[in-house]
């Protein structure tokens, strides 16, 4: 669901802090035709509200959550020793950067016969993805996927594991410390009519303009920015307080209405979920696209405030305070001056793919460190997030090597289990078999990982 941004800072429940996973699939075509109501074309053909066949909601329970959420720990395998990085060294900007070293057997690796399959059939749906997309961690070509994805399609029950194992090597990135979030798909009460006290919940404003710096500049490729114009300068949008004071009035459409502001704001920053209507229908929705300003998680602000007590530093125990000190509250949502635009979704929440994201099995990962669409995985220090994920997402604060954001789907045992999910240990990515010998002959022979030339 290319969250929004996720990851709430500090050592506690991140997962409040993830920008939405939903981000990176395309926008509608049709768009309402003015704040507050719907156009037909963009309600024709549609089913009916409730009528969905949502995918994280019919993946079995593969990794034992429940409600109340119940930690169970475990003990991480040991990550590969690798060499300590140089005084004075910049941090990894990718994969390549960091370094590529060959992991265990995968046969020692913990891989459930139940969590296979489940990430077998979520890689099937990710590998046209995989063989088109250009891999921005610099470790593989669209080609070095066609096998596995083939022999994935083939593979029949009961032999799940076995393809893994066959067809895939375990590699760590860097020093392989991995640490693991959580996130899921809420489900607030809405309206589709305004109501008091009720918070608009808005689409992609229409002045709302992205601009890709590097069509002007070659040495600004791949930076982006978001913002709009005013008179003959382009300037950053509307932070959060000036959108909350009726900024967008005449510049965004408006999908529906939210009960809770509070909720409304943690939805943003999961990135997607359901609206349920006065009449017990549903309104799903999904990350379209950010304000471009920054993100700032605000459990680390409450924290380093000593607002919060022991036992309240989950996603739970922030809500409350927040309810509990509704003007001092508010102030300090304003403080994370990003703001996240919805759509309506028919279906699955997506993730950065474009593709269905399944609850327990897909997760959120930085593309420069991790292929999207690749399988990791995480052996941490609990045991319901260890074990085998998909990457088919991504995070506005899920950044860096073996930064990982897990998500669990939808409902109360999800929203527990998310809620304060931090987990901490080693991270194995798989990919295709002979992946690291080709990367290490590349470098022998004086290239990088990514083909360019090592010399100056």
């Keep these: 669901m290319t969250r929004a941004i996720r990851g709430i800072g500090g050592s506690f429940a991140l997962a409040l802090a993830l920008s939405g996973c939903v981000g990176g699939v395309a926008a509608p075509t049709d768009r309402p035709s003015s704040p507050g109501t719907a156009s037909p074309a963009a309600t024709a053909g549609k089913p009916p509200r409730g009528q969905f066949t949502p995918n994280s909601d019919n993946i079995r329970n593969i990794r034992g959550i429940q409600i109340p959420a119940r930690i169970v720990g475990a003990v991480p395998l040991a990550a590969v020793p690798v060499a300590p990085p140089l005084p004075g060294a910049l941090a990894p900007v990718s994969a390549v950067t960091a370094g590529v070293t060959l992991g265990p057997s995968l046969a020692t690796l913990p891989i459930s016969d139940a969590q296979a399959e489940a990430a077998r059939l979520a890689f099937v749906t990710s590998c046209p993805g995989l063989q088109r997309r250009s891999d921005q961690s610099g470790l593989t070509r669209g080609a070095d996927w066609q096998p596995a994805c083939a022999a994935a399609q083939a593979t029949g029950p009961g032999g799940a594991r076995a393809f893994f194992t066959q067809w895939f090597e375990a590699v760590q990135v860097g020093d392989g410390k991995a640490f693991a979030t959580g996130y899921y798909e809420p489900e607030i009460a809405g309206s589709l009519e305004r ?67 509070v909720e409304l704001f943690f939805l943003q920053i999961q990135g997607s979920g359901r609206l349920r209507l006065p009449d017990g229908s549903i309104l799903r929705i999904g990350y379209d696209t950010q304000n471009g300003r920054d993100y700032t998680g605000i459990g680390a602000l409450m924290k380093t405030r ?37 759509r309506e979704l028919d279906g699955a929440p997506q993730g950065a793919m474009g593709y269905p994201v399944t609850g327990q099995v897909s997760a959120a990962a930085d593309v420069k460190f991790v292929p999207l669409g690749a399988p990791v995985i ?9 074990g085998l994920w998909i990457v088919q997402d991504t995070g506005g604060a899920i950044k860096g090597s073996n930064r990982f954001d897990t998500f ?41 990982y990514d083909g360019s030339s090592a010399q100056p």
């Design 306 to 342: 000593g607002l919060l007590q022991p036992g309240q530093t989950s996603m739970q125990g922030i809500v409350r305070w927040l309810h509990d000190h509704p003007v001092e509250g508010q102030a300090i949502m304003r403080e994370n001056k990003s703001f996240v635009f919805f």
């Design 378 to 386: 995480l052996s941490l220090d609990r045991q319901d997030a260890t």
């Design 408 to 448: 669990w789907g939808a409902g109360a045992a999800a929203e527990a289990t998310a809620g304060g999910m931090t987990g901490r240990g080693t991270a194995f990515l798989l990919l295709p078999i002979g992946t690291t010998a080709r990367l290490s002959a590349a470098t022998a022979n004086g290239a990088r």
């Design 195 to 261: 109501r008091d006290g009720y918070a608009p919940v808005y689409g992609r404003p229409r002045d709302l303009i992205d601009v890709d710096l590097g069509a002007f500049s070659t040495s600004l490729k791949g930076k982006k920015i978001r913002g709009r114009v005013s008179g003959s300068n382009f300037i950053p949008y509307y932070d959060r307080t000036a959108i909350e004071q009726g900024a967008l009035a005449d510049t965004a459409p408006i999908l529906a209405w939210a009960k809770d502001p």
